[in-house]
């Protein structure tokens, strides 16, 4: 079967768009390689915030999928299997240098070993990736938390030593919020909030045939 051709100049006007997001693509992944090199380089002395934002702009930004290196790595540090621990650990920063939950599972194995030096830097590039989401208190929307996936916000959560009980979306200012409703080891309740319209813009883009994900994975839990 033949298709009628579209008019030239709405042909031209598709290839030229398409050619433009191609070179942003490219311009994306090569901005964050060179940040990530010169990160690798000065760490922990980083500008994490940017750095994060650079790889949730990356063409090969997984907006669904969490990785099978995740998935050992958390299995094995919940079970205190350092064994398995480290190496999956270390095989998700190789593939997402900005996973707090990855440099903490590191950090905390690498202490067992008595690698003083590798444990250090791995916890504060942790507690660094950590502080760049914390761009207020989390008690209100106006001093939200800001991650790029809904992993940031539970590593959060696990970094303040706070357990999550629930998890809902508000709607509120024209925005979009995760309020997740938390319990202390004292047995004491609150509620932090995570501003996500940049994490739901990428659910979109990703189900969108053609655009490319601007934020963070889909809306699940470790």
Known sequence: MRFPSL????????????ASAAVISQDAEGRYQAM???????????DWATLRLAYAQRPGFQVFAQSAARRRMLQAANAANCND????????????YVDADA??????CEDG????????????????LIKSIQTGDGLTPDAAFTPITVDEEYAVMRALGLKV?????????GHSYDVLHTLNENGERGAYWFA???????????LTPGAVSEGGPPRLSP
Not at 196 to 206: G, S, W
């Open 165 to 173: 009980e629930s998890q809902a979306l508000v709607q509120q200012g």
């Open 103 to 108: 440099h903490f599972v590191a950090a905390y």
């Open 113 to 128: 070993a008595g690698d003083a030096t590798p444990s250090k830097l791995d916890r504060d590039i942790a507690i660094g």
């Open 85 to 96: 621990a480290l190496p999956a650990a270390q095989a998700v920063i190789a593939e997402d």
């Open 7 to 18: 008019p030239f100049a709405v042909a031209l006007s598709l290839a030229a768009a398409s």
């Open 36 to 46: 990530l090199a010169e990160a690798k380089a000065n760490a922990p002395n980083v």
């Open 196 to 206: 996500i319209d940049r994490v739901l813009a990428a659910e979109a883009a990703a």
